[in-house]
């Protein structure tokens, strides 16, 4: 019987040994996933940064218009309809879990 006393030790190290590769395994697929969200997160960074800059060039071209004062007051009208889709951008990125 000394053959069985020496199967479970062995038994026992094995699964000791692979328990941490079984533990490791959702790490490295969660990682795709959150690289992923990063990625979109930049994304969605990047296109809010430029609707400000061109909001802020409108802005200054604004000021500088030639027309009549219909034509700024629609112009003005356009930059703040702007202004409020850039505001929505912000506060939907602030709301996603």
């Not at 034509?71 to 951008?89: S, T």
């Amino acid at each position: 019987m000394p053959g069985k006393g020496i199967r479970l030790p062995w038994l026992l190290v094995s699964l000791v040994a692979l328990l941490p590769l079984g533990c490791k395994l959702p790490e490295r697929q969660a990682a795709p996933a959150a690289a992923a969200s990063s990625a979109d997160e930049a994304e969605r960074t990047r296109k809010i940064q430029e609707k400000a800059a061109e909001i802020e060039r409108k802005q200054a071209e604004l000021q500088t218009m030639q027309g009549t004062d219909q034509e700024k007051i629609d112009a003005a009208n356009e930059l703040e309809k702007e202004r409020q889709e850039l505001i929505q951008m912000q506060e939907q990125g602030g709301s996603k879990p």
